[in-house]
């Protein structure tokens, strides 16, 4: 089969349906951890205007932005831009969020360790928050 | 500025100049190990034909295919194809190699925990390994 360089590098999965996100965000598990390789790795799809809610990693986790706009934000720190090739490692235990701009679908691929015990979700980020200044 | 959604994702790096390939083989590092999170993270580019030498990871390795068509095999095991978008578990301590398939360049993100110390580098891959047919 020939590649479509245009098309994304890895399938959208499925429609998240939990409550721990604001708009439409897909998921597609590519690594689930086990006993001795403990991350995790899955592609994540924005659409535009989606994020997580606030939530902290008890081991961290590690960004990489795939394609389109996102943003993270570490609370307490300003807003960041994220652009394809760009990657953030988030500290363990530190307050954060991360989405799609509110022009285009942001594609990421999430790497984190289950080695400190599952994701703590937190509130919903409000708009306030989402539409201040980026650093 | 406005992407190119044919650019790469990641920048190619630095041209790798040690032994423990056969080809050009280009390194960008993205994300280092540190105390608390011990995965480094980094995206390798093989020219056609290029290869890693075998190898072995003593906390394994998590492979992400991002574009053109790959070669991967453990040790006892078919050689198989990897294509954009394809995910490996190399398990740990198992010898394995991977590479471009011949008509290509292929791009990959790695992720490695430093966990259990440092890759362990054998004997290059030779042309009768590399070319021996596929799964």
Request: aromatic share 8%; proline share 7%.
């Amino acid at each position: 089969m020939m590649e479509q360089k245009t098309e994304p590098v890895f399938p959208k999965g499925e429609k998240i349906t939990n409550n721990n996100f604001t708009g439409t965000v897909w998921l597609k598990n590519l690594i689930e951890a086990d006993s001795i390789n403990q991350n995790s790795v899955a592609c994540v799809t924005f659409e535009p205007g989606a994020r997580s809610n606030w939530h902290l990693h008890p081991s961290g986790q590690i960004l990489l932005a795939i394609s389109g706009i996102g943003y993270y934000q570490e609370k307490g720190s300003p807003k960041i831009i994220l652009h394809k090739g760009d990657v953030v490692k988030c500290p363990p235990n530190i307050q954060h969020w991360h989405g799609a701009g509110p022009d285009q679908e942001f594609v990421q691929v999430a790497i984190t360790s289950r080695q400190g015990g599952p994701t703590e979700w937190l509130q919903p980020v409000t708009d306030e928050e989402y539409n201040q200044s980026a650093k």
